[in-house]
């Protein structure tokens, strides 16, 4: 698992945290996030999570996460281009 938090590396003991957090936030209406899949391998993540409610409700957080095996091919300006198409 490759998924990075402000530096900091998920593992394989709090990745299903981190996917719930993605889902509560496309749940509650507060997050769009994408996955991308390879040859049946998930290797990027991107999504933008919105900061708040009342004076922080114009925020957002935005994070794409690419395998290094992709990473120069597109699949991160893909992922970009998509969320934003979809947000």
């Given at each position: 698992?490759?998924?990075?938090?402000?530096?900091?590396?998920?593992?394989?003991?709090?990745?299903?945290?981190?996917?719930?957090?993605?889902?509560?936030?496309i749940?509650?209406?507060?997050?769009?996030?994408?996955?991308?899949?390879?040859?049946?391998?998930?290797?990027?993540?991107?999504?933008?999570t919105?900061?708040?409610?009342?004076?922080?409700?114009?925020?957002?957080?935005?994070?794409?996460?690419?395998?290094?095996?992709?990473?120069?091919?597109?699949?991160?300006?893909?992922?970009?281009?998509?969320?934003?198409?979809?947000?």
């Amino acid at each position: 698992i490759f998924i990075g938090r402000q530096g900091e590396q998920v593992t394989n003991e709090n990745y299903f945290e981190q996917v719930k957090k993605m889902c509560d936030a496309i749940e509650g209406g507060t997050g769009i996030s994408l996955v991308l899949f390879v040859d049946s391998k998930l290797v990027g993540l991107c999504g933008v999570t919105c900061a708040g409610k009342g004076a922080t409700k114009h925020r957002a957080s935005l994070g794409i996460t690419l395998n290094e095996t992709v990473r120069g091919q597109g699949y991160g300006s893909l992922l970009l281009e998509t969320l934003l198409n979809e947000a």
